[in-house]
């Protein structure tokens, strides 16, 4: 009947979403009491095939929605993007995370998480031979058409970033802020150039993390570490302390069945021994820096 | 399961200038428009939709094919054919030997039963809006451009224009004005393979 269709306008179109209203209804469960990486993720997998929006109210969604719309827009981000699990262009290579993230939001090219991306990852205190390392293996590897990945801290993420702009090719910056938010405060710019010509990636829930003090907002970055190894197909790891961040990332690849690289000069220190403890857990240990493209380009 | 097909919000209708708030444009996928880069897979099914029709019987015409039947399959999967489905019309009269009916190609091959019509035509050839590069005509100047092909009869009260590829939403627009003098009871709603996207306030 003609008026059943009127009124049920997208009968004929199936399920519909909205990712505006999904990343509102995402935020809506992570601004929740207790609400941790664990409990979000155990919400879904209880639901399995549920869309954000299934498990809140509508007028929670949208309000938290428009929300997080004016918290960017106070701080100076115009427009974002929206990636929602299972509603298109989410990369299905995210679910090997142990705590999946449903929701993401993104600047720049979303088609570089199309390409074959690699973890540069280590300390935020580097030595200045782990900034050479660290520019060397980026080199390396983005001039062999690998989208350099790192998450725009400071020492090596960022030297990692740069590596890769000063040869002319993609990077991708998977930070533990929100997208108009940066960590640390002098990166901004980079970050900006990266939103322009490159992509940030974000899972930060916008609305929890301008509630929070910056005690609690330290939590973003281990957790975005996991989600930069799914997105990933290897993550190395240049430079890193016993109690480094890299080594969430770390545990995270080997989770997931990606490959993890480590530097040899890791294993020279006196001072660390995680290295050691890694490789007995099948990280590869790299003498030569050019062996990383090889193991690679193992079929 | 299949992907649902996404609508234009608050967070993606500033990419679309043409767009208002209560208009319903939906979308199967998106793609990046931006400088130098022309990567990815979405990216590659549009140009190849898009294959001009001067490559016809040229090594890559194949790829055209495929990408019809691709699209079509996505379509099908995602919506029912309970509605009216025209095709926003191609830029080159019937006559114009780059006349490109690939819209209606996906249309019929997604929905065989279905009621797809080309109830919009396009009688006079213009520069199609990807190769000109001269102003863009606006809304009522497309729709000025349009005919309806009466002879269709009128169509169900729901209608859906189906158009490759979201830029502008200009044509969406003209369809929508054309649509609503012609049959001013009937729903119009946008459906495209693709929303293009601006990585920045460009």
Partial sequence: MPQEILSLPNAFLGRTVSPFLEMGAYEALWAEDGATQKRVADRFRTSPGALPSELVPTEDATRYAKNVAKLHSDNGLARFGVRVHQAGDYPAKLRDARHPVEVLQYSGIWELTETRCVSVVGARKVSAEGVRRTRKLAHLLANNGFTVTSGLAAGVDTAAHQAALEVGKPTIAVIGTPLSASYPPENAELQQQLALDHLVISEVPVFRYFQQDWRANRGWFPQRNATMSALTEATIIVEASDTSGSLIQARAALHQGRKLFILNSCFERADITWPERFEKKGAIRVRRIEDVLDILNEP | ?202
């Fill in chain 2, 1 to 202: 399961m299949s992907i649902p097909l996404r609508q234009v919000d608050d967070a993606s209708r500033d990419d679309h200038y043409y767009l208002e708030e209560d208009d319903p444009v939906y979308y199967l996928r998106e793609y990046t428009s931006h400088k130098g880069w022309s990567y990815g897979e979405t990216n590659q099914l549009i140009s190849n939709l898009k294959k001009s029709m001067d490559r016809a019987g040229s090594s890559d015409w194949v790829y055209k094919a495929r990408a019809i039947l691709r699209c079509a399959k996505e379509l099908s999967a995602v919506a029912q054919a309970d509605a009216t489905w025209v095709p926003i019309p191609p830029s080159k009269a019937p006559s114009d030997p780059l006349y490109d009916d690939r819209l209606s190609q996906v249309l019929r091959k997604a929905f065989p039963q279905g009621d797809v019509r080309e109830l919009v035509i396009q009688p006079v050839s213009i520069d199609a809006s990807h190769t000109t590069g001269q102003s863009k005509p606006i809304p009522s100047q497309l729709a000025a451009g349009y005919s309806i092909d009466a002879s269709l009869g009128p169509p169900k009260p729901a209608v859906v224009v189906f158009d490759d590829i979201l830029t502008t939403g200009s044509h969406f627009k003209a369809m929508q004005l054309k649509l609503a003098q012609a049959f001013p009871s009937v729903e119009v709603y946008g459906l495209v393979i693709a929303r293009r996207v601006f990585p920045d306030d460009e």
